[in-house]
């Protein structure tokens, strides 16, 4: 989830349902190897049980696998790192959640960027 989320960063979840979270956010989730996964919601399909979520992160250039309303389990609130703390209501915040959404493409740069943080 570089660059938002980083080594060193302390993320903290609350519970969300399938009808309380939105594109954009970044959701808690189990994966289908038992795994536990935040990625950010790119698109649903469906409401409630029937929900269906497809989700990738930030510098990763594919979607994860779809996610059943049944293995979602919470949305991201606050990233701490230091004494530097994010919380999800903040407008940087959503407004890079709607930048990632409207342009997955960016994942290539943040993957580049990414690499190039590992080498200074």
């Given at each position: ?67 059943a309303a ?41 993957r580049l ?8």
């Open positions: 989830m570089l660059p938002l989320i980083r080594e060193g960063s302390v993320c903290t979840f609350e519970q969300a349902g399938p009808d309380e979270v939105q594109r954009g956010d970044i959701v808690l989730f189990e994966a289908a190897d038992g795994g536990l996964i935040a990625h950010r919601l790119i698109r649903r399909t469906g409401s409630g049980g029937g929900a269906v979520f497809y989700c990738k992160g930030d510098a990763n250039i594919g979607f994860d696998l779809p996610v049944g293995n979602l389990l919470a949305r991201l609130v606050q990233i701490r790192r230091g004494t530097r703390t994010i919380t999800g209501d903040m407008l940087r915040f959503k407004l890079w959640g709607r930048v990632m959404t409207a342009l997955p493409g960016l994942a290539r740069v943040n960027a990414a690499r190039l943080s590992k080498h200074t």
